[in-house]
């Protein structure tokens, strides 16, 4: 048996052709640093799911759409400038949120009841 | 997020509570206390993913233009879309270790930066779609299931995401074999052909042997990766063994043979002077690869320039308003 396969060289083997120049590192090309929220239904909350490089606001959601949203992830877009994001010091973890835990009875199975009172 | 650096805590101390975090499975997150190694290693490792996903869109983007059908080729499309999504995840974690997203691409086009060798190869027939599909993402998705628990909790999410969009990366590949399978004896040669050309540079995906990879004990204390490069390469023979029985092809391995005793098949040897020189830069395609990445981003320029002004001009137009 003879067969033949055609095999397409053109457009996927080196080439003997120089490449370009590698192009300078000029830090304000870089556009503006966002994060994405996305809705993923309506009634429920935005959630963070990343971030992406955008010229402004308006390409940050359309940049979002793209990225984040190929397979109907999300109903609704927020874009925040993450320059604008304030975050707690994780250094300072202990002081934060330690003062909730031994306030155990501000949940509800702190609370013994017969159990005759269900369903509450 | 933005990541920020001034946290850093001097006493030596730091590495012990860090270490410790990592034994009790705590994610370590951007603004995080981290020995500088980690943060580095992580920095490469994620970088060089990145850009494996965005240099990988290049042996199947040489086939949208020559898909077989309509179908054929918005699934190309949305496979190749797919992995630029994958890169884009992948840098913006990426950044939030410190590392502009510039200084990560100016290292992929100075040469500086490494990428999965597997795209340095050419794709010659419509099959390598196929085997591409079932074999360089197949193995792919076991080591990125594997780094869905990576301890950089950035890292970890981005492949969480990534995860669920690879299944549909594999199965279409399989399924492009399948049918050639069953096609004329032109197309199941093509299938063969294309399975012997992508097999053994598959298996070099993950990496060198335990015993030769230098990076590996500390990335496993760190839990930065959790099974090995022969753990992992086993698992993809295991799998693969069984699946290339439905396409009733061959893999092109005279030794492959199940263990009994092992519970695992047996496989040969990859041919390593193969692989380090594709790692070092001579393999069929390294150089047009690279060539191609600097000309997609020279030939962009226009558009980044004209992105800018028009940014501006609306920042402008609403002040005025
Ligand atoms: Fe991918
Ligand atoms: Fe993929």
Redesign the pocket.
């Known amino acids: 048996m003879n067969i033949q396969i055609r095999k397409y060289y053109y457009g996927d083997i080196p080439e003997d052709k120089t490449g370009g120049n590698i192009a300078s590192s000029d830090a304000k090309s870089d556009w503006a640093l966002w994060e994405v929220f996305i809705r993923s239904k309506q009634g429920l909350d935005h959630k963070h799911v990343g971030s992406l490089h955008a010229a402004d606001a308006q390409m940050a959601i359309e940049n979002a759409r793209d990225v984040y949203t190929r397979r109907m992830e999300g109903v609704s877009i927020w874009v925040v400038e993450s320059k604008y994001i304030h975050a707690s010091n994780p250094e300072e973890a202990g002081e934060m949120f330690e003062p909730a835990v031994d306030k155990i009875y501000r949940h509800p199975t702190f609370y013994d009841l017969p159990d005759e009172v269900n369903q509450m | 997020m933005m990541p920020v650096q001034d946290f850093v805590r001097k006493d030596f101390s730091g590495d012990k509570i860090f270490q410790d975090k990592i034994d009790n499975e705590v994610k370590i997150e951007p603004r995080d206390w981290m020995p500088d190694a980690y943060r580095k290693t992580n920095i490469r490792q994620i970088s060089q993913h990145a850009h494996s996903e965005i240099v990988?869109m290049l042996p199947e983007g040489n086939w949208i233009s020559r898909a077989p059908s309509l179908k054929r080729k918005a699934i190309l499309l949305a496979?190749v879309q797919?992995?630029a999504g994958?890169g884009l995840y992948l840098y913006s974690a990426c950044e939030t270790l410190g590392i502009t997203r510039e200084e990560t691409i100016n290292d992929l086009h100075s040469g500086k930066a490494k990428y999965s060798s597997i795209f340095n190869y050419p794709s010659l027939t419509w099959a390598d779609m196929g085997a591409i599909?079932w074999l360089v993402?197949g193995a792919?998705i076991l080591n990125q299931v594997m780094l869905t628990r990576t301890s950089y909790g950035p890292y970890a999410r981005a492949m969480v995401r990534i995860c669920k969009?690879?299944s549909f990366?594999?199965r279409q590949g399989f399924e492009i074999l399948l049918v050639l399978s069953k096609g004329s004896d032109e197309q199941k040669a093509m299938c063969q052909d294309a399975i012997n050309r992508w097999w053994w540079p598959s298996l070099m995906m993950f990496g060198p042997h335990d015993s030769e990879s230098t990076n590996s004990e500390q990335s496993m204390k760190w839990k930065i990766k959790r099974k090995s490069n022969d753990e992992l390469r086993q698992n993809f023979v295991d799998m693969c063994a069984e699946q290339v029985k439905v396409l009733g092809m061959k893999l092109p391995d005279e030794k492959l043979k199940w263990n009994e005793k092992r519970q695992h098949y047996d496989f040969g040897e990859i041919n390593w002077d193969e692989f380090w020189n594709v790692v070092k830069g001579n393999g069929p395609c390294n150089k047009q690869r690279l060539d191609a990445r600097r000309k997609a981003w020279e030939e962009g320029e226009w558009v980044r320039e004209a992105a800018a002004a028009f940014a501006e001009k609306r920042r402008l137009k609403q002040e005025a308003a």
């Open positions: 990988g496979k797919d992995e994958h599909g993402d792919a969009e690879e990366h594999q």
